[in-house]
């Protein structure tokens, strides 16, 4: 084990991928210079000459051209600088990334990797801080991976990497700087499973990215009360590990689905509707979601904390379905 | 490729080959076999033609939402490709697809596609591919005028020349963009002068002449396989029918169509020239589209007695997380 921050284990994982398969390349904005905006590729033009293109500002060609690499066998691994700028790329992420493999009745591959740093960083409005994720969840032929720890996002790294289907991988910027315990050597972690990140008998929270942490010091607060929460981490939204979190929420009888995007319509919002669709018989009480209101992210400090949800609100949320 | 008789009996053979399966798919939507709509190629097989008689089997070409002529010419089967439009099991792409996503990856044929303009960054994903791996393959785009009104031809093109990829950026201009005339909303005529911006050659063309397509395109390839980067082809076209079936053409007169189609048929024009070099008898020319009217025959009935697809079939080749996936 070595303790490493989520931006590093993304490079780490990077680094390892490229050097095990030739088809590995990177295309992005600022990708070389300085080692991109978030450091992930540092290092990566040194190492791996010719095989990392900076591009010119141009987000629809850049995810065209990992699109038609991919199909040509190669494994392209897409740099958007931020997630909102995916939405100057959204024919070739939708109608064409996803729908290849289906619309050529299974010719097509697509394996490539667009990373996505998303959510709330530096404070920089509604244009830079979205997430998202349910977008892509309602596309079939995407894959939709939400890491939370470094040693998740290296493992989920390297299958997308090696994954045959294009895959959304969600960066929260606020964690690129976390640290954590990561494994030595090459592993992969599948996606499409989920993990308990905190076993627990009476309710169960679904957290996604850095609601995971937030929930797990919940956790902490909550024992206090005499509560045992069972913290379960989704880690890729679609394909989504509905089996794990059900026999969770079985378990507990207690479900709290939590993300930081928009609970209206959000990554939530579907899994609050799985949950009562399957484990109803076993709710003590309503599934409850925890977002941000369905506003644009403000700019100013004092309306921002409005929006981001914090461990309080878990905290809230459980003690509200305890009392149910 | 040096210009021969046989190369030019194929093309010939090959444009026969596309405008009896088009009339026989048409013939067919009339009929109620095919559904949805399709965009018809005839009058521009000349520009399909010359370009992939120029490439190899493993050269990578994209098309349009018009390409089935673009699928025939690089070697696709006319009874998969029929299968297809009929929906069936056994077409190019299992039903899933039709007309607008006919491909064939055995052929390194990528796919038509239903987006204008769509195809021009992927093609030069596929060029990227063959400069990374170091091969000399060169990747084709098909795209229409229309294509070039949108910010994909800019941004695809424009890397395309940066990093001196093996592409062909081939416009077939058919001076519409689906019921508007080209002239209403393109400041620029030639989509050719677009090329200097991206420091590329642009070269404007006659694309009834199969012969001039022909002789550009194998000037563009070979650029492409020496490294020394992308060429955009201006093919000056024309659709004899109109966007899609069903179309009522009230932007443009029947005299007009008419006399493209008399004085401008690219089969026509080819037959003509190889005549006149002594290149095609009369007797070679009947055999030759009676064979091709026998292998559209024989799609038809491949279509017609071809299994549907099944509900099974449904969930399968969405991902490898999709039902009996394999990777």
């Known amino acids: 084990m070595k303790t490493m921050a989520f931006n590093e284990a993304i490079r780490s994982a990077l680094h390892e991928e490229m050097e095990r398969d030739e088809s590995v390349f990177v295309i992005g904005e600022d990708v070389s210079t300085h080692g991109g905006p978030y450091k992930v590729t540092e290092g990566i033009p040194e190492a791996f000459p010719g ?16 699109v038609g690499a991919a199909m040509a066998g190669m494994r392209p691994v897409v740099e958007l600088m931020y997630l909102d700028f995916v939405t100057c790329a959204m024919d070739e992420v939708v109608n064409q990334a996803a729908k290849m493999r289906y619309m050529t009745g299974g010719q097509a591959r ?14 920089l409005a509604a244009q830079h801080s979205q997430i998202m994720e349910s977008w892509f969840m309602h596309v079939p032929g995407l894959q939709v991976v939400v890491p939370s720890t470094p040693a998740d996002a290296k493992g989920l790294f390297k299958s997308a990497v090696r994954s045959s289907d294009p895959v959304m991988f969600f960066e929260y910027k606020r964690i690129y ?66 089996d794990m979190i059900c026999t969770s929420v079985r ?5 709290i689905v939590c993300g930081e995007d928009s609970t209206f319509a959000g990554a939530a919002s579907e899994i609050a509707a799985m949950i009562s669709e399957n484990c109803f018989g076993d709710l003590k009480a309503p599934v409850r979601r925890i977002g941000s209101p369905h506003v644009p992210m403000p700019f100013s400090s004092e309306l921002v904390k409005h929006v981001v949800p914090e461990k309080s609100h878990v905290i809230d949320a459980v003690n509200q379905s305890m009392a149910a | 490729m040096s210009l021969s008789p046989d190369v030019c009996k194929k093309m010939y053979t090959t444009m026969w080959r596309i405008r009896l399966f088009e009339e026989e798919a048409d013939r067919q939507t009339n009929l109620g076999n095919v559904v949805g709509t399709l965009h018809m190629y005839c009058g521009e097989e000349a520009v399909a033609v010359g370009v992939c008689s120029q490439l190899r089997p493993d050269d990578y070409v994209l098309g349009t939402h018009r ?126 002068d677009m090329a ?34 992308p060429t955009l082809i201006e093919a000056r076209t024309y659709r004899f029918y109109g966007h ?51 292998e559209i025959k024989q799609a038809v009935e491949f279509a017609e007695q071809s299994p549907w697809p099944t509900a099974a079939d449904l969930e399968t080749d969405v991902t490898s997380h999709s039902v009996g996936a394999s990777s």
């Open chain 2, 67 to 192: 390409s089935h002529g673009h699928c025939l010419a690089k070697g696709a089967d006319s009874s998969a490709m029929m299968a297809e439009l009929f929906g069936k099991a056994t077409g190019t792409c299992g039903g899933k697809g039709g007309s607008m996503h006919i491909a064939d990856f055995s052929l390194n044929m990528l796919g038509a596609n239903g987006i204008v303009g769509a195809g021009i960054g992927p093609t030069t994903g596929t060029a990227l591919a063959s400069k990374l791996r170091k091969s000399d393959q060169a990747s084709v785009c098909f795209f229409g005028d229309g294509a070039a009104a949108r910010g994909t031809f800019h941004e695809a093109i424009m890397m395309g020349s940066l990093w001196k990829l093996p592409a062909v950026y081939v416009c077939e201009n058919n001076q519409y963009q689906q019921w508007v005339p080209r002239k209403n909303v393109a400041v620029i005529d030639s989509v050719a």
């Open chain 1, 251 to 255: 378990k507990t009888g207690r479900a």
């Open chain 1, 177 to 242: 700087t976390s640290k954590g315990e990561v494994p030595d050597g090459d592993y992969t972690i599948p996606i499409g499973q989920a993990d308990i990140k905190r076993e627990g008998e009476d309710a169960t929270v679904v957290a996604i990215g850095p609601m995971v942490q937030k929930s797990l010091d919940a956790a902490i607060t909550l024992e206090d009360d005499g509560y045992d929460i069972e913290v379960v981490d989704p880690r890729s939204l679609s394909p989504l590990d509905v």
């Open chain 2, 196 to 229: 200097a911006s991206y420091a590329i050659p642009g070269v404007s063309i006659n694309g009834q002449d199969a012969l001039e397509v022909y002789e550009v395109a194998g000037e563009a390839v070979a650029r492409a396989r020496r490294g020394e980067g």
């Open chain 1, 110 to 123: 697509v394996p490539m990797v667009i990373r996505l740093p998303c959510g709330i960083g530096r404070l």
């Open chain 1, 51 to 66: 095989r990392i293109f900076e591009t010119p500002i141009a987000e629809a060609g850049i995810v065209g051209i990992g």
């Open chain 2, 244 to 294: 899609s079936l069903g179309d009522e053409q009230q932007y443009r007169t029947s005299d007009e169509v008419e006399k493209w189609k008399s004085d401008s048929d690219p089969i026509q024009i080819l037959g003509a020239t190889m005549q006149e070099r002594g290149w095609l008898t009369d007797e070679e020319d009947e055999s030759i589209q009676q064979q091709a009217a026998a």
